[in-house]
């Protein structure tokens, strides 16, 4: 494959941005099989954000010979208060549910099972002991050259306001997060956007600390159903605009995201069947608005990144239609061409065949999915 088609690949779909798309075309003139790795607190059931959104790029990662990566960040949860803050069921759920949910997110978005297995899983906890001195010696080094001031802005990687009460182990949070890069050995860290600022103090730190740069993909995160600011453990959100405070913008992309506390916000990647088509069709989708409207984001990041979106509705509301691309999209459905329970229909369509893998692997296996309960 050549370079620029690598490039295409790393940049498909919901990516917003890669720091820095220099040090990528580098990497890829020097090595042949560079190392990936995206890293996740075990907190519960996996949406489609976490799993589908993920798996999703990972397959592109895979075509471009990159190496996967998937961190179980057991500590990090722990530092966090997941799970009730109780580290054995944390590190339960990361290798049996967790893991498993994640495996069976790869088969949805089309890998095969070999492929599937060649991802590679590592637990924070077993790397830390293997690393042993080496990490938390990094870690010491990252908190050093690294004001206060900042640890806590980067608090917002943990899913938190900088105004929320923290723990003190809470500055501790983002100096692992950079030292997991290192440890891990990645040359690429894929998030979504709530991960920049920890990402651009990897970077920052890497040079005076000996480090390689790590190139950071960062992608949007997926919208809860229930529309702007209405996830079930966020304040009310902070109003959307060029002049908001930085911290107001982070606690705004926190309140929008999709979250796994309020199961009717967002869509699990084993859900039945039915469970998906109620879900959406009491979703937020306003006739003729694009903006902050997660049907028209969900066809865009599962169905029109891969292939049209076919529309089935009866001949006396226009007939079957195929849309070609996410442009087509926001056009036909701006105008009023397209009803909200029409693409609501398609979508929910489209989501329930994507992850059939997924509900048939935990039919086989209940006792993983009473892990997350």
Known sequence: MDLQSKLDLVRKGSVLEVLTEDDLKSLFETKTHPTHYIGFEISGKVHLGTGL???????????????????????????????????????????????????????????????????????????????????????MHVSKD?????????????????????????????????????????????????????????????????????????????????????????????????????????ALMIANKMSKSNPDSCIFVHDAEAEITRKLKKAYCPEKVVEDNPIVQMAETFVLRERPLQIERPEKFGGNLEIASARELHSIYSAGKLHPMDLKNAVSRELISMLKPARDYFAKHPQLLEQAL
């Open 53 to 139: 959104c993920t798996a999703l790029k990972i397959k592109d990662f895979v075509a471009a010979g990159i190496k996967p990566t998937i961190f179980l960040a057991d500590y990090h949860a722990y530092l966090n208060g997941k799970l009730g803050g109780d580290l054995e069921k944390i590190q339960l759920v990361a290798r049996g549910y967790f893991k498993s949910a994640m495996y069976a997110s790869l088969l949805c978005a089309g890998l095969s099972e070999e492929q599937a297995k060649s991802v590679k899983f590592v637990m924070g906890s077993e790397l830390y002991a293997e690393k042993s001195l080496d990490y938390w010696s990094d870690v």
């Open 146 to 250: 690294t004001t206060l001031k900042r640890m806590l802005r980067c608090t917002t990687i943990m899913g938190r306001t900088e105004s929320d009460t923290l723990p003190a182990s809470a500055t501790l949070y983002p100096a692992m997060q950079v030292a997991d890069v290192w440890a891990l050995e990645a040359d690429i860290a894929q998030a979504g956007m709530d991960q920049r600022k920890v990402h651009v103090l990897a970077r920052e730190v890497a040079d005076k600390l000996k480090k390689p740069k790590v190139v950071a993909v960062h992608g949007s995160l997926l919208s809860g159903l229930l529309g702007p600011g209405k996830r079930m453990d966020a304040g009310p959100h902070p109003a959307s605009n060029a002049d908001a405070p930085a911290a107001d913008a982070d």
